[in-house]
């Protein structure tokens, strides 16, 4: 299928925020998540969004989708140390069963 | 929290063995799921499961392939005569609903080499 677009890297400073972007491919996806992947542990869902919202916050997330440009950035206030991890982007596929994920955005944050 | 264990953590198989990937769902979730992650590149669906039977598979998935559920708690990938493109990170997972916003609860991965 067609592939979930996103920047492969990304560092930024502690303290700053965090913007990750992700391009979806289908138009009619209900939902997208945000999952994070700390080094040997499992795919931690962080959040999600239904396509009729534009924003969700939660807590330092921020998650904005433009459904028009087929867009959805993660963004992470005030990142920390902790916060380093690769971070996938994901669609619910229109069968509802599989996610199709992006490859994922390393993101370093340094001290 | 609740959380779905994978076992092993890491397997090292010849080219043409059998190997059985292990997993052991959250105990209310109904779908289960496996997926894999070829290092370095996506993480890519196989198969969901429920009631069961497959709810859905992808291209991946052919007839190598099977899973199975049989007892009440653990979910089986089966790989039946491993290839070296077999190799990469298999992850399972469960959710509660099949609808989108309960998500899915992943494992920590089985790293599977084929030499």
Same mark, same amino acid.
């Given at each position: 299928?067609?592939?979930?677009?996103?920047?492969?890297?990304?560092?930024?400073?502690?303290?700053?925020?965090?913007?990750?972007?992700?391009?979806?491919?289908?138009?009619?996806?209900?939902?997208?998540?945000?999952?994070?992947?700390?080094?040997?542990?499992?795919?931690?869902?962080?959040?999600?969004?239904?396509?009729?919202?534009?924003?969700?916050?939660?807590?330092?997330?921020?998650?904005?989708?433009?459904?028009?440009?087929?867009?959805?950035?993660?963004?992470?206030?005030?990142?920390?140390?902790?916060?380093?991890?690769?971070?996938?982007?994901?669609?619910?596929?229109?069968?509802?069963?599989?996610?199709?994920?992006?490859?994922?955005?390393?993101?370093?944050?340094?001290? | 929290?609740?959380?779905?264990?994978?076992?092993?953590?890491?397997?090292?198989?010849?080219?043409?063995?059998?190997?059985?990937?292990?997993c052991v769902p959250i105990s209310n979730h109904l779908y289960f799921y496996w997926y894999r992650q070829i290092l370095g590149q996506k993480v890519e669906f196989l198969v969901s499961f429920y009631n069961n039977e497959i709810s859905e598979?992808?291209?991946?998935?052919?007839?190598?392939? +099977?899973? %199975?559920?049989?007892? *009440? $708690?653990?979910?089986?990938?089966?790989?039946?005569? /491993?290839? !070296?493109?077999?190799?990469?990170?298999?992850?399972?997972? +469960?959710? %509660?609903?099949?609808? *989108? $916003?309960?998500?899915?609860?992943?494992?920590?991965? /089985?790293? !599977?080499?084929?030499?």
């Open positions: 299928g067609e592939d979930v677009e996103q920047s492969l890297f990304l560092s930024v400073r502690e303290g700053d925020s965090s913007v990750i972007n992700c391009t979806y491919t289908d138009s009619s996806s209900t939902y997208l998540y945000w999952y994070k992947q700390e080094p040997g542990a499992g795919l931690q869902l962080l959040t999600y969004i239904f396509s009729n919202m534009d924003m969700k916050q939660d807590q330092r997330l921020t998650v904005l989708l433009n459904k028009k440009d087929k867009h959805l950035s993660l963004r992470i206030a005030d990142t920390q140390t902790g916060d380093s991890a690769i971070y996938f982007c994901a669609e619910r596929t229109p069968s509802g069963y599989a996610l199709n994920f992006g490859k994922g955005t390393s993101l370093l944050v340094t001290p | 929290e609740p959380e779905v264990t994978q076992t092993p953590s890491h397997q090292v198989t010849q080219m043409g063995q059998e190997v059985i990937l292990r598979k992808s291209e991946i998935f052919d007839d190598q392939f +099977s899973v %199975e559920r049989p007892d *009440g $708690s653990n979910f089986t990938l089966k790989i039946r005569s /491993t290839k !070296l493109e077999d190799s990469a990170m298999y992850f399972c997972a +469960s959710s %509660e609903k099949g609808t *989108g $916003s309960y998500g899915y609860t992943f494992g920590s991965g /089985t790293r !599977l080499t084929v030499v």
